[in-house]
């Protein structure tokens, strides 16, 4: 679009991003790479001082705004300036430039028509801590609807817009909506021109049905002023639609019948609280946006999601401080004790687990042919011939040995046990002395030779 006008000096206008009856918005950048964000208010102020009714409205919102960002939150847009346009004198309101679509956006194609419950709990938790935090500074936005909440597509949190409404009079307001708000968002007081805190809590539980139904309860069908008013009433009059039914009739086709099954699984908490927040009458409805942020975390940290778990909860309160419950309670764990002692197993047995008594099986196999070779080949300290050079064949030795038995040899034998071995090749002889293995037996001393009483003789 076009640039028409100036805003002001230092604040470059780059065309608008959207236009309506309340005003229209227009990305400007400022001098450098800021770009921001301006809403401009469509009432003229046609003289800058406090005589102006206008201007002084103006300037006194304007403050509240102020006190908005002074404890900066992740989920409400900064405001970083405001004043009047150079052209055509108009109010403006200069915020930061979210990058990244908004909830409207984000349920048309190539998108899905509903959101997850994983994502609508976020954005649930996300915009009350916003409208806790307006609201705790006395600021009401007046203007809740899908296109006023971006997701931030650099810091992936869901970001309150636009405090358009929320720097005009009552009577500039109640002109505002009653020719071009957004009537499918609007609470049931704002068509007698009032704006309470519980008027952002009825639009923040439209866009939670809005998400989860895939279309607002009250759909404006036309922009004609009859297609209007019937929303004006069904929102004074008709009870909200079946959440759950128009959710899986916009369940999208895509999606696995497991995953189908389990989107259809919403909390009931969740369905709990957009009902309250719909109520009809404003002190029906939760006090404010502290208390409805207050009940997404009691209900978020105390796993309310778990039907199982808050029943157990109540159980064991109920134990603590009902004395009859109590004594039921342990008179029960009493016979549920007996009866396991009663089916538990003799105290004579012991029971040990199948692989641990295949283990046992084999390490006594193993045992007993140990037993069995030791017995084979060492009873009485007798050693078969052979026994000596299956062992050296086994540590690899290939030497000649001459294996002696003690039982064997005569009592004139020399003492000396080792015979010089010749190699056969060509290099000069070497005498190598090599000694036999002797049996690890226990000589008789009553029969041993005094002259082999020195075996390291040579």
Request: glycine share 6%; net charge negative; with cysteine.
């Amino acid at each position: 679009m076009s640039k028409v006008f100036t805003i002001t000096e230092g604040l470059e206008n780059l065309g608008a991003l959207r236009t309506g009856g309340q005003g229209s918005v227009y990305k400007a950048r400022r001098i450098g790479p800021l770009i921001t964000a301006v809403k401009l208010i469509p009432t003229p102020i046609y003289s800058e001082n406090e005589d102006d009714k206008n201007y002084r409205n103006f300037l006194n919102e304007v403050e509240k705004l102020k006190r908005v960002n002074q404890q900066p939150n992740p989920n409400v847009v900064k405001i970083l300036s405001s004043g009047v346009t150079e052209s055509g004198s108009f109010p403006y309101i200069e915020m930061e430039y979210i990058e990244g679509p908004d909830l409207e956006e984000l349920l048309k194609p190539p998108h899905d028509k509903i959101f997850t419950i994983k994502e609508v709990i976020k954005v649930a938790d996300q915009l009350a801590c916003a409208l806790s935090h307006c609201h705790n500074v006395g600021v009401r936005h007046g203007d809740i609807k899908s296109n006023n909440v971006k997701f931030n597509i650099h810091s992936g949190n869901y970001v309150l817009l636009d405090f358009g409404l929320a720097v005009m009079s009552d009577e500039q307001r109640r002109t505002s909506l009653r020719n071009a708000g957004a009537i499918e968002f609007m609470a049931p007081e704002q068509n007698e021109g009032r704006m309470l805190f519980q008027t952002d809590v009825y639009s923040y539980g439209i866009i939670l049905f809005e998400l989860l139904a895939g279309r607002v309860p009250f759909p404006l069908n036309d922009n004609g002023e009859n297609a209007r008013n019937n929303v004006r009433l069904q929102h004074i009059e008709q009870p909200v639609p079946n959440l759950l039914a128009l959710r899986k009739e916009n369940m999208p086709e895509s999606w696995p019948e497991d995953k189908k099954a389990m989107e259809m699984q919403v909390p009931d908490w969740l369905i709990a609280l957009i009902n309250k927040c719909l109520a009809k009458k404003p002190e029906q409805r939760y006090a404010d946006g502290m208390a409805l942020h207050e009940a997404i975390n009691e209900h978020s940290i105390s796993g309310g999601t778990n039907a199982e778990l808050q029943a157990e909860n109540d159980r064991l309160r109920a134990l603590l401080y009902d004395p009859v419950a109590k004594s039921k309670a342990q008179a029960e764990a009493s016979r549920a004790f007996a009866a396991e002692e009663q089916q538990a197993p003799s105290s004579d047995m012991v029971q040990i687990s199948k692989p641990l008594f295949v283990v046992m099986m084999i390490l006594l196999v193993g045992f007993m042919g140990i037993a069995g070779y030791y017995t084979l080949f060492y009873h009485n300290g007798k050693t078969p011939e052979n026994t000596g050079q299956f062992a050296d064949t086994l540590t690899g030795k290939n030497d000649t040995t001459i294996h002696t038995s003690s039982g064997e040899q005569d009592n004139n034998t020399s003492s000396e046990n080792t015979v010089p071995v010749q190699p056969k090749t060509d290099t000069p002889q070497v005498n190598r002395e090599i000694k036999p293995k002797v049996p690890e037996t226990i000589p008789d001393t009553t029969q041993t030779d005094t002259s082999n009483s020195n075996p390291d003789q040579q």
